[in-house]
Structures are given as structure tokens and as C-alpha cells.
């Protein structure tokens, strides 16, 4: 459904931006180019938009203050990254790379990963990820959590078939990486299910575990969910068995243009690490993260 909705969205805007410029192309080219322009970068805006309320909003945020050059390199790093995810692989590569449970590129004994993508997202989010992954003999599932405005409670049977799959392929309990709301729906897993035991270790990139100034504007059930401090969110920890938390390593940046204050993507008990001048989207691709990451697959990584 996702995919559809976003291959629906960009098509209309380049048709929009295409339609601009054949209308004004003869008689005022400067202003068709404009105007097309204007249309296709348009999301450039909002994005600077998202950086300058971040600004204001981690002023009382014990985290590090972003430098100038530090949000300006993370908008540079948002405007990059963003098309090639909701504008190319999410809406027309979803299953680039499906996922890898068969006994033909799976070793069993090897441990096996579950990525569980963000809000407005779907598998494809982790596509380069897979693409490191699918010779490896690492089993994978990347789940695609829907409906996507649903309940973020909703998505554990998702995942808990995911994790159900990757270690009946492996004989081992699987990493699970996850990116925004994905570790909030991880979260969600642990405490429906009790399955401490059953899970190596959980990355979250850009979690709002204590949720986001901008979930304000969320009008769908996940949304309210991820507003500052909800009612939700204090319901996930409740009667948690000590250590569950050390479970975590939560990667938060000082420039996240979705998650702020940054300190709210972090767990007491976790290993938090903070990374500079990096985007919220842009951060799920950072070689630091990803070559950290996927070292928790090998013997001895805890």
C-alpha cells in the first residue's frame, strides 16, 4: 500500500513540474525552469524548515548544540538521501532484494538480522543493507509494517513472525536493527512477547524512545503514539525486567531533523551514541553505523 501511495505522490509532483514547464516553456522559459525547479526541490524547503525548528527546540537539550556547518551538512546529507529512498526504492523497488531464509544462501550456525523500518517507510529502507548482506550467508527478513497509520501495538505479530523465521533459519536468536519508530515497535515486541532471551542485541537509529517535538502534528494512531512523553510510551517500560535496556544501542544525533530534542532518541541503560551532524534519514546510512552494526553478527560480538 505504502509503495503505491509513494509512487502515486512522485509521479504526480514530476508530472505537476513537467506540466509547468511545457505550459510556460515558450513564452516565459526562465519562469517555466523556475517554476519546475521549484516544484521537484520544493521538499528542500521543508527540510530547512525541520533544521531550524531542531535548533530552537535542542536549546535546553543536554546534547551537544549543532554548529552551523553541522546542520548545514546534515541538510546537504537529508536532501541527498531522501529521494533515493521515498521517491526511488520505496515506491519502485520494494522487494529489490527479498529476504534470505533459504538453506541455499543462509549458513545455519551464522546469526541472522531483522530490520524493522521507521514511519512512512517500508522494506526497501534497508536496501543497501541488504545488498551487503545477501552473499554473506547471514539469513535477513526486512519487515514492511502495516497499515501504516495503525497502531504502533499492531506491528508485533510482524515482527514476532520475522524473528520466528530468522532463527528457525539459523538455530540462533537474530540482531534486530531498526530505524525511528522501528525501535519503538522492537520495544513494543519485547514487552508483548517477554522475548529478552530470544533476541542478540537491538540497534535503534533515530528512535524516539521518549518521542519528538513534531509528532505534535501527527494525526494517526502510531503519531500520537510517538508525541513527547506519552502515555504510550511510559506503558512500554512498565514492569520491565531489569536489563532489558542493556539490550539497546541507540545511535542519536544533535542535527536529527525528525527526532528532537536529541536526547529523546535514547535509553536509560543503553548503550547511547551520539553521532554529529548527521540527518534522520541520512544517519541510517552512515558507514560508521552500518560497519558497527553488522559486526554484532560475528562470534564473540556479545
Known amino acids: 500500500m505504502l509503495a503505491r501511495l509513494q509512487r502515486f505522490i512522485t509521479l504526480a509532483l514530476l508530472a505537476v513540474a513537467c506540466g509547468w514547464w511545457f505550459y510556460f516553456r515558450v513564452h516565459a522559459p526562465q519562469f517555466a525552469i523556475a517554476g519546475f525547479f521549484a516544484i521537484v526541490l520544493g521538499y528542500t524547503g521543508f527540510l530547512a524548515l525541520e533544521f531550524m525548528l531542531l535548533r530552537v527546540v535542542n536549546r535546553g537539550d543536554p546534547s551537544p548544540r549543532a554548529t552551523a556547518a553541522e546542520l548545514f551538512s546534515a541538510w546537504l546529507g537529508e536532501t541527498l538521501v531522501a529521494p533515493r529512498v521515498f521517491c526511488w526504492r520505496q515506491p519502485f523497488r520494494p522487494n529489490e532484494v527479498p529476504d534470505a531464509l533459504s538453506p541455499v544462501n543462509v549458513v545455519h550456525g551464522r546469526r541472522g538480522v531483522v530490520f524493522i523500518h521507521g514511519f512512512f517507510c517500508n522494506r526497501a529502507?534497508?536496501?543497501?543493507?541488504?545488498?551487503?548482506?545477501?552473499?554473506?550467508?547471514?539469513?535477513?527478513?526486512?519487515?514492511?509494517?502495516?497499515?501504516?497509520?495503525?497502531?504502533?501495538?499492531?506491528?508485533?505479530?510482524?515482527?514476532?513472525?520475522?524473528?520466528?523465521?530468522?532463527?528457525?533459519?539459523?538455530?540462533?536468536?537474530?540482531?534486530?536493527?531498526?530505524?525511528?519508530?522501528?525501535?519503538?515497535?522492537?520495544?513494543?515486541?519485547?514487552?508483548?512477547?517477554?522475548?529478552?532471551?530470544?533476541?542478540?542485541?537491538?540497534?535503534?537509529?533515530?528512535?524516539?524512545?521518549?518521542?519528538?517535538?513534531?509528532?505534535?502534528?501527527?494525526?494517526?494512531?502510531?503519531?500520537?503514539?510517538?508525541?513527547?512523553?506519552?502515555?504510550?510510551?511510559?506503558?512500554?517500560?512498565?514492569?520491565?525486567?531489569?536489563?532489558?535496556?542493556?539490550?539497546?544501542?541507540?545511535?542519536?544525533?544533535?542535527?536529527?531533523?525528525?527526532?528532537?530534542?536529541?536526547?529523546?532518541?535514547?535509553?536509560?541503560?543503553?548503550?547511547?551514541?551520539?553521532?554529529?551532524?548527521?540527518?534522520?534519514?541520512?544517519?541510517?546510512?552512515?558507514?560508521?553505523?552500518?560497519?558497527?552494526?553488522?559486526?554484532?553478527?560475528?562470534?564473540?560480538?556479545?
Open 125 to 302: 529502507f534497508w536496501t543497501p543493507w541488504l545488498k551487503r548482506l545477501r552473499s554473506s550467508g547471514h539469513a535477513f527478513v526486512a519487515v514492511s509494517l502495516e497499515p501504516v497509520f495503525a497502531s504502533i501495538d499492531d506491528y508485533v505479530p510482524q515482527i514476532e513472525a520475522a524473528v520466528t523465521q530468522v532463527t528457525e533459519a539459523t538455530g540462533m536468536p537474530p540482531l534486530l536493527v531498526c530505524h525511528s519508530m522501528g525501535g519503538l515497535a522492537a520495544r513494543a515486541w519485547l514487552k508483548a512477547m517477554q522475548s529478552e532471551a530470544r533476541v542478540h542485541q537491538v540497534v535503534t537509529i533515530g528512535t524516539p524512545h521518549k518521542g519528538t517535538w513534531l509528532a505534535r502534528f501527527g494525526r494517526g494512531t502510531n503519531g500520537r503514539q510517538m508525541r513527547l512523553l506519552s502515555d504510550w510510551q511510559a506503558q512500554l517500560d512498565h514492569g520491565m525486567p531489569a536489563g532489558r535496556h542493556a539490550l539497546f544501542t541507540c545511535w542519536y544525533s544533535n542535527t536529527d531533523n525528525i527526532v528532537f530534542p536529541a536526547s529523546t532518541a535514547t535509553l536509560p541503560g543503553a548503550d547511547n551514541r551520539l553521532v554529529r551532524g548527521a540527518a534522520h534519514v541520512q544517519m541510517a546510512f552512515l558507514p560508521r553505523i552500518v560497519v558497527d552494526t553488522l559486526a554484532r553478527l560475528e562470534p564473540g560480538s556479545g
